[in-house]
Each structure stands twice: as C-alpha cells, then as structure tokens.
T-cell receptor, first 115, second 112 residues
Framework: TQLLEQSPQFLSIQEGENLTVYCNSSSVFSSLQWYRQEPGEGPVLLVTVVTGGEVKKLKRLTFQFGDARKDSSLHITAAQPGDTGLYLCAGRLSSGGTSYGKLTFGQGTILTVHP | EAQVTQNPRYLITVTGKKLTVTCSQNMNHEYMSWYRQDPGLGLRQIYYSMNVEATDKGDVPEGYKVSRKEKRNFPLILESPSPNQTSLYFC???????????FGQGTRLTVV
C-alpha cells in the first residue's frame, strides 16, 4: 500500500476547466511538496507546504495542506494545455526518527488538457 | 549552470553484469538520493545520503548499493542486475534534507 495516495491517477479535461488533485495519507507529515514532471525530464518543484491549514498560490495553482498535516490538494483554475504533465506529491514523515531522510512520493496524476 | 548530471541516459544490459550509474551535482548540496520510477507506482526512494560518508536505505534498497566518498558524487551500483530492476532512475540533490530537490534527467535502464 502507498503511504501517500494520489487521486485521480488520470485526468483529461478541456482548456478552461478547473480541476483538483488530492494527496491523502493516514500518517502525519512535517512537510509536503508538489512536483510537476514532463516527459523525458526529472520532476520540478512547484511548492512546499509545512504548516497545517496552509494555503499557497502560484498563479492559477492553489495548494492546500490539511489541518492535521495528513493530506494536501492542488487546485488548478482555468487549465491550459501548457499545464499538461505528471503531478506528484511528496512528503516527509513527521515522526521520522531514523526515517527522517526519507522522501515518499504518491503515484502521480497524469493531467491532459485539451485545446 | 546549477545542475544534477546522470550518466548514462540510456542503458541496456544483461542479467548479472555489474553496472554503475553516476550522479554528480555542482551546487554543494549536502543531501542526495536515488529513486526509481515505474508506471502506477510514482517515484520510490532507493537510497539517500545526508552528507559525505552517510548513506541510508530508502523504501526499495534491495539489489542496489551506493557510496558517498565526496560531496558532489553519488553513484548507484547494481552488483548483479535482474530484469525486475528495469526502470527509469532519477538522482536528486538538495541543500538540506527538507529543501527543494533538484532532479537529474533520468537514466532509463533495461535489463534483459
């Protein structure tokens, strides 16, 4: 079982629509990151959230960290074809201990925005 | 230019033939790590290193070895590759363990 469950795994929408991607866990994370990956490239960081309830905006992208720091969401307003890609959430466990250095990724959401 | 460089980008090898994938960063980052990416599973961490001579297992370390003799390099070693290690591998580095990770461009490995 995945420590971080992302949903949906696939999303195909028309330009101009809004969408939300979810990242859920039963564990508490000290921080959570969202990455975007394009074919043939490595992931690129979009945002890091560290405080429960935190909301960060990056142009048309809004990221939220759950109050209990167990979940996060990525909302895109008025999606554009340039938003197409693989979106990944990644987190570090709060009670890391010997696992402090580990970074756990969700399975990813493949987003396709049609013109 | 600040970057993480992996080599080779593509590799086809046979079962049991030892191989090394190199990773180098020029940003003086302390933290480096290796991941494999498989369809439907996202990225899974293989090994990570908090600093020179400090390495630790990630979630899927079996069949892999790493070393961190100097800050800039973090090679991934497959002593006896098997077909289930066919995957896309990424190296990443960050200034510290909880800061932004910069990824290399990936190494696509096929073991036949």
């Amino acid at each position: 079982t995945q420590l971080l469950e992302q949903s949906p795994q696939f999303l195909s929408i028309q330009e101009g629509e809004n969408l939300t991607v979810y990242c859920n866990s039963s564990s508490v994370f000290s921080s959570l990151q969202w990455y975007r990956q394009e074919p043939g490239e490595g992931p690129v960081l979009l945002v890091t959230v560290v405080t429960g309830g935190e909301v960060k905006k990056l142009k048309r992208l809004t990221f939220q960290f759950g109050d209990a720091r167990k979940d996060s969401s990525l909302h895109i307003t008025a999606a554009q074809p340039g938003d197409t890609g693989l979106y990944l959430c990644a987190g570090r466990l709060s009670s890391g201990g010997t696992s402090y250095g580990k970074l756990t990724f969700g399975q990813g959401t493949i987003l396709t925005v049609h013109p | 230019e600040a970057q993480v460089t992996q080599n080779p980008r593509y590799l086809i090898t046979v079962t049991g033939k030892k191989l090394t994938v190199t990773c180098s960063q020029n940003m003086n980052h302390e933290y480096m790590s290796w991941y494999r990416q498989d369809p439907g599973l996202g990225l899974r961490q293989i090994y990570y290193s908090m600093n020179v001579e400090a390495t630790d297992k990630g979630d899927v370390p079996e069949g892999y070895k790493v070393s961190r003799k100097e800050k800039r390099n973090f090679p991934l070693i497959l002593e006896s590759p098997s077909p289930n290690q066919t995957s896309l591998y990424f190296c990443a580095s960050s200034l510290f363990v909880n800061t932004e990770a910069f990824f290399g461009q990936g190494t696509r490995l096929t073991v036949v």
